[in-house]
């Protein structure tokens, strides 16, 4: 059973920054990705970061040049350094990650955190 634990949100002013991570209960490499995703209220989930197996990052335009995603691979961890805060970034965060065997892909989410941004 895949494990995702996110820890790392918080109360933050806007302009201000917090780190999230997600640690995984399985090596990094099982994953062909991992990234993050929120949730605000009365919105569907939407797609934030995501890191690829070889490294490769990519971001929603709406957070590009402001957060960061990246990896410790001894740690089995992922983080998303979010700089630049604004209120528009308050949603619950959700770590994903997706492993395939052979062609059936399976998806795996964390608990979620929040994270609240105030003006």
């Known amino acids: 059973q895949v494990q995702l634990v996110e820890s790392g949100g918080g109360l933050v002013q806007a302009g201000g920054s917090l780190r999230l991570s997600c640690a995984t209960s399985?090596?990094?490499?099982?994953?062909?990705?991992m990234g993050w995703y929120r949730q605000a209220p009365g919105n569907q989930r939407e797609w934030v970061a995501a890191?690829?197996?070889?490294?490769?990052?990519n971001y929603a335009d709406s957070v590009k040049g402001r957060f960061t995603i990246s990896r410790d691979n001894a740690k089995n961890t992922v983080y998303l350094q979010m700089n630049s805060l604004k209120p528009e970034d308050t949603a619950v965060y959700y770590c994903?990650?997706?492993?395939?065997?052979?062609?059936?892909?399976?998806?795996?989410w964390g608990q979620g955190t929040q994270v609240t941004v105030s003006s």
């Open positions: 994903h990650a997706r492993r395939n065997s052979g062609s059936v892909p399976y998806d795996y």
């Open positions: 399985r090596s990094i490499f099982n994953f062909i990705n």
């Open positions: 890191i690829v197996f070889g490294g490769s990052t």
